[in-house]
């Protein structure tokens, strides 16, 4: 199937720092970007969307940084804590709300006291 | 109950038999998405519906995989010849087209014997 790619599958981040989590994503038409998290056993879960015509959006603790230029999708999170600990994915699609959204192979993020 | 939810929540199954996994979206969704994700593994996109629209079914891995959908309510997912391959657990996302933010359901983890 189809795959954004996604190069690191585990990071380890002390409680209290901040994470990055990157993505490289393969099509340049994409027009909308999306960070989901997925805690063992459960569903994705929307964390932040962006459209391709921002470079940053902030949300609550996250931000998402878009880099049309080299096709470079992050995820930074403030203050990581430990409910924190699951696997982030990226996700790309044409359009926001009418199209196929394709997902990368995901980063786990493992929380140290 | 306004989540997504999909049944049966695990299946075991012999190699070379059928099984349909079904997928009750959030009501009003009009899109519709089935992904299949491996142990340790990224969402493989299968199939998005939309609307009335004809599905855009260019992840199904083989004609063994087909999917329907009831106008915009329930999805059925059918894996014809099972395959030890096809072990993975199957997910199903809806979300409307106001803001395109997916919500997915719980997954059915499918075992191949």
């Known amino acids: 199937g189809e795959s954004v790619g996604l190069h690191l599958p585990t990071l380890s981040v002390q409680e209290g720092d901040n994470s990055i989590i990157n993505c490289a994503y393969s099509?340049?038409?994409?027009?909308?970007f999306i960070w989901y998290k997925q805690e063992s056993g459960k569903g994705p879960q929307f964390i932040i969307d962006i459209r391709s015509n921002m470079d940053k959006r902030q949300g609550q603790r996250v931000t998402v940084l878009l880099n049309k230029t080299v096709k470079h999708l992050s995820l930074q999170i403030a203050a990581t804590q430990p409910g924190d600990s699951a696997v982030y994915f990226c996700?790309?699609?044409?359009?926001?709300?009418?199209?196929?959204?394709?997902f990368g192979s995901g980063t786990r993020l493992s929380i140290r006291p | 109950g306004a989540g997504v939810s999909q049944s049966p929540s695990n299946k075991v199954t012999e190699k070379g038999k059928d099984v349909e996994l079904r997928c009750d979206p959030i009501s009003g969704h009009t899109a519709l998405y089935w992904y299949r994700q491996r142990l340790g593994q990224g969402l493989e996109f299968l199939i998005y519906f939309q609307g009335n629209s004809a599905p855009d079914k260019s992840g199904l891995p083989s004609d063994r995989f087909s999917a329907e959908r009831t106008g915009e309510s329930v999805s059925t997912l059918t894996i014809q010849r099972t395959q030890q391959e096809d072990s993975a657990v199957y997910l199903c996302?809806?979300?409307?087209?106001?803001?395109?933010?997916?919500?997915f359901g719980p997954g059915t983890r499918l075992t191949v014997t």
């Open positions: 996700a790309e699609s044409l359009y926001s709300s009418a199209s196929k959204i394709i």
């Open positions: 996302a809806s979300s409307s087209v106001r803001d395109g933010e997916q919500y």
């Open positions: 099509n340049s038409a994409s027009d909308y």
